[in-house]
């Protein structure tokens, strides 16, 4: 299952409204379309491919703001697999669950980087929890805690 590209089409965020509080974030990504395509795999050699087009927002509750993502996946496998792969799209909309699993977290890995640097632009909050240091309290030993050799 080796992916051989991924790009951005498409890169949108717009804020609405002031921040306020209670205010919530939601993310979503979805695959709009799969399609085979000629991939150039140096001077003279061509394979066919798949591209898959996804598409990723965030969506800032009530009505605050959207980080827009599109973008597209170059995927490489035996044809066999490939024509498999388009037949099964065409007439369910639907994948093997390791194709889609492997595609959609690269996706959400590129994405989701990309989502916080743009929302950082126009200073809407991070979607999605940020790791940060807290101070803790110190603790004091008791008396019987100095005496234990345990």
């Known amino acids: ?60 509750q009530p009505k605050i703001g959207e980080v827009l993502i599109k973008g597209h996946i170059l995927y490489l496998d035996d044809e066999k697999k490939i024509k498999e792969i388009v037949s099964k799209w065409k007439k369910e909309k639907k994948m093997d669950a390791d194709i889609t699993a492997h595609l959609i977290n690269t996706a959400i890995i590129k994405s989701t980087i990309k989502a916080l640097t743009l929302a950082q632009d ?12 807290v101070r803790r309290q110190e603790t004091k030993i008791s008396d019987n805690a100095k005496d234990y050799i345990g």
């Open 1 to 60: 299952m080796p992916i051989v590209g991924f790009n951005f089409d498409k890169l949108s965020v717009e804020r609405k409204a002031p921040l306020q509080k209670g205010m919530k974030a939601t993310h979503n990504i979805t695959i709009d379309d799969i399609k085979e395509e000629p991939l150039n795999l140096g001077e003279k050699t061509k394979k066919q491919g798949l591209k898959f087009s996804f598409e990723y927002i965030v969506d800032y």
């Open 122 to 133: 126009l200073n809407l909050p991070p979607h999605l929890p940020i790791p940060t240091v």
